[in-house]
């Protein structure tokens, strides 16, 4: 009598004791920040892909860069919006500039106060078309096509091309921004009083 009731409280235990760490609260305590702030709750993937995955993206109907000439871009940096826009020029290949684009898909989804537009002038459509489905870039993304860089002063024209940069336009004067990057803590000071 008394071994079964030890058995008893034994199982009784074992399933408290398992009842009380929930595996899943341990694994997001775990995450870091900016993984979570990657669009509908993905993460990039741990290890690097295989050829196969590689293929099956870049074969794969969906998000795609467009490719604008400069008079085009100036046309959608000059079009009224009822929300703040940024303009973020960037390179695939840049960290930081991926760090942004990441915080403000962030702040896109969480305030829907902001139109987020990524420019590039990379040259290798197939790469890039490639990056920003495997990274699951939500902003619509923009490649300029241009045989020199002369459209950059009509943006600002002090900028020597520099990236990261942001241009913003605000909905409400429709003044405009330019903004060179130099680091992260540069670009919250500047983005997060723009913002309600």
């Given at each position: 009598m008394k071994l079964r009731n030890v058995i008893y409280l034994l199982i009784i235990s074992i399933f408290l004791v398992g009842c009380g760490s929930d595996p899943q609260k341990s694994e997001v305590a775990s995450i870091d920040p900016n993984e979570s702030a990657l669009p509908h709750g993905t993460t990039l993937p741990t290890q690097a892909m295989s050829k196969s995955d590689i293929d099956e993206l870049r074969n794969a109907k969906g998000k795609k860069a467009m490719t604008i000439s400069p008079l085009k871009l100036i046309e959608l940096v000059a079009a009224k919006k009822k929300i703040l826009q940024c303009f973020v020029f960037w390179n695939s290949n840049c960290s930081v500039c991926q760090t942004i684009v990441k915080r403000l898909e962030t702040k896109e989804l969480e305030t829907k106060q902001i139109q987020i537009s990524l420019i590039t002038e990379e040259t290798d459509v197939e790469s890039l078309n490639?990056?920003?489905?495997?990274?699951n870039i939500v902003p619509k993304v923009y490649r300029i096509k241009s045989r020199n860089n002369r459209w950059k002063k009509s943006i600002d024209k002090?900028?020597?091309?520099?990236?990261?940069?942001?241009?913003?336009?605000?909905?409400v004067d429709n003044s405009?921004?330019?903004?060179?990057?130099?680091?992260?803590?540069?670009?919250?000071?500047?983005?997060?009083?723009l913002l309600p």
């Open positions: 490639l990056f920003i489905r495997q990274q002090d900028w020597d091309g520099s990236l990261p940069a942001i241009l913003i336009v605000n909905s405009h921004q330019f903004y060179p990057l130099k680091s992260l803590n540069e670009f919250e000071a500047i983005i997060t009083p």
